[in-house]
T-cell receptor, first 120, second 112 residues
């Protein structure tokens, strides 16, 4: 249980175009999802917290108009990189906060496999 | 603060034990986690420890927590080639809504 998927797994786009990445919790409902960015050989940087039915909360320094987040249902959050530029090329990882029950750690997050974005 | 620090690299011979170290600064951490990331993949939770515990063992994995020194370690017994990966230490604290703060990751290379 507690599986999170991301789509697409990789995408190449031209500079100036927009790219949408989907994050789905497959077998549980997630009221809270997180979007991270990871540069090569570096740690994960939290970009924003996505809450179902409300506006996302962005971390300091992350442009909310650049990285649009929509959490329209309890199993789906989307990240849209608008007017992408080469410096937006990165590995984007989402996670979903799991159910506070059973064998899961309190507020445990389950991670998707990541999406590799390359902007030409 | 929420700084989490790790050594960047570890090389270990197959069959030996690996020990990955992590230090954190926030004494109000509630949970401390170890994640594994294989190339091009997301993060897999290996184990976690609640901040009121000193040790947790799960098969080949042993987590030690020294709250006084704010030091966390992960020991992998009988290290295998499949253990080659990046290992991230992370903490979550109540005052930050349990968001995860990650260390930079330790790249573990297992040599034959």
């Amino acid at each position: 249980g507690a599986v999170v998927s991301q789509h697409p797994s990789w995408v190449i786009c031209k500079s100036g175009t927009s790219v949408k990445i989907e994050c789905r919790s497959l077998d549980f409902q997630a009221t809270t999802m997180f979007w991270y960015r990871q540069f090569p050989k570096q740690s994960l940087m939290l970009m924003a917290t996505s809450n179902e039915g409300s506006k996302a909360t962005y971390e300091q320094g992350v442009e909310k108009d650049k990285f649009l987040i929509n959490h329209a249902s309890l199993t789906l959050s989307t990240l849209t990189v608008t007017s992408a530029h080469p410096e937006d090329s990165s590995f984007y990882i989402c996670s979903a906060r799991g159910p506070n029950s059973g064998t899961y750690a309190y507020n445990e997050q389950f991670f998707g496999p990541g999406t590799r974005l390359t902007v030409l | 603060g929420e700084d989490v620090e790790q050594s960047l690299f570890l090389s270990v011979r197959e069959g030996d034990s690996s020990v990955i170290n992590c230090t954190y600064t926030d004494s109000s951490s509630t949970y401390l986690y170890w994640y594994k990331q294989e190339p091009g993949a997301g993060l897999q939770l290996l184990t976690y420890i609640f901040s009121n515990m000193d040790m947790k063992q799960d098969q080949r994995l042993t987590v030690l927590l020294n709250k006084k020194d704010k030091h966390l370690s992960l020991r992998i017994a009988d290290t295998q080639t499949g253990d080659s990966a990046i290992y991230f230490c992370a903490e979550s604290i109540l005052s930050n809504d349990y968001k995860l703060s990650f260390g930079a990751g330790t790249t573990v290379t297992v040599r034959a």
